[in-house]
């Protein structure tokens, strides 16, 4: 035998609906007072949703293109060690043949020229050990870098290098044979500032590159500092078209919860009427 149909009154019909919609209200408050988000998917809000999704994609892109600043910063400052280094060198080079405009016999000419060759040689082994990354900025200009500032590519910066070897292609330091700043046991004036010319110029060439090099990290660094604040920008849009006013959803949860402990009480005050009438029968 089927079991009849439980009728409810007009009254308690409305009373559960009320209900059941203040419950859904109450889960939903209470996602985003646990989340701090009123739009978490598309069904949310599609047009909030989407534009936060772009604005975050592409602040995630920049975070990307920042690390790649930070790589050419770190470049830079390596070359930089390295310039000045070689600087250091080319000085001591210069101090060594200067001395030998005054040196004393054979023995002691002969004995310059060796320091002179031993620094040369190191000016080659630094410019060689100045790369980072596997990109060495002293090591020809063949050695390039682009650094990227925008998400899609199409902005950057190429940072070029310089042969910091003593070679002809580079800073073109002659290395002397025996006797190359004597003759018979007397200082040769001319070979010597020949070889003092050549150190002025390779030191001018290093200082002219490291103006270069300064004003490529000048430009990466203020990049840097405008895709920071890109960053924030894009994050900021993206929360304030998905975040939650967690103070007018705590009010709300109030006021849910007032209303349904009111709407229960109706409830319960129409379930009590319904059962009067029934006594009457």
Not at 33 to 46: E, F, N, W, Y
Not at 168 to 182: A, R
Not at 248 to 264: D, F, K, P, S
């Amino acid at each position: 035998m089927a079991l009849s149909s439980i009728q409810l009154t007009a009254g308690m019909r409305q009373n559960l609906l009320s209900l059941q919609n203040t419950a859904s209200l109450m889960e939903r408050t209470q996602t985003r007072l646990s989340t701090g988000l009123r739009v978490q998917s598309a069904l949310d809000d599609p047009i909030n949703y989407f534009a936060a999704k772009g604005h975050r994609d592409r602040a995630a892109d920049l975070a990307y293109r920042k690390e790649e600043m930070n790589e050419g910063v770190q470049l830079l400052k390596a070359t930089d060690a390295g310039i000045t280094g070689l600087l250091d060198l080319i000085a001591s080079a210069k101090s060594i043949a200067q001395s030998a405009r005054s040196g004393e016999g054979t023995a002691d000419i002969e004995a310059l020229e060796t320091q002179f060759n031993a620094i040369r040689s190191q000016i080659d082994d630094l410019a060689d050990d100045s790369g980072y990354k596997g990109v060495n900025l002293l090591g020809g200009d063949d050695q390039t870098l682009s650094v990227f500032f925008d998400e899609d590519g199409t902005h950057s910066i190429t940072l070029t290098g310089i042969d910091g070897s003593t070679g002809t292609d580079g800073l073109n330091i002659t290395e002397l044979s025996t006797d190359d700043w004597q003759t018979d046991g007397i200082a040769d004036s001319s070979a010597i500032d020949d070889s003092i010319a050549e150190l002025d110029a390779a030191r001018d060439t290093l200082r002219s590159a490291a103006k270069t090099f300064s004003n490529n990290m000048s430009t990466i660094t203020i990049r840097q500092d405008f895709t920071a604040n890109m960053i924030n920008t894009l994050q900021d849009g993206a929360a304030k078209l998905t975040e939650a006013d967690l103070n007018e959803e705590g009010a709300n949860m109030l006021m849910l919860q007032t209303r349904q402990a009111l709407g229960t009480t109706s409830l319960s005050l129409a379930s009590q009427a319904a059962q009067s009438v029934m006594r009457l029968f």
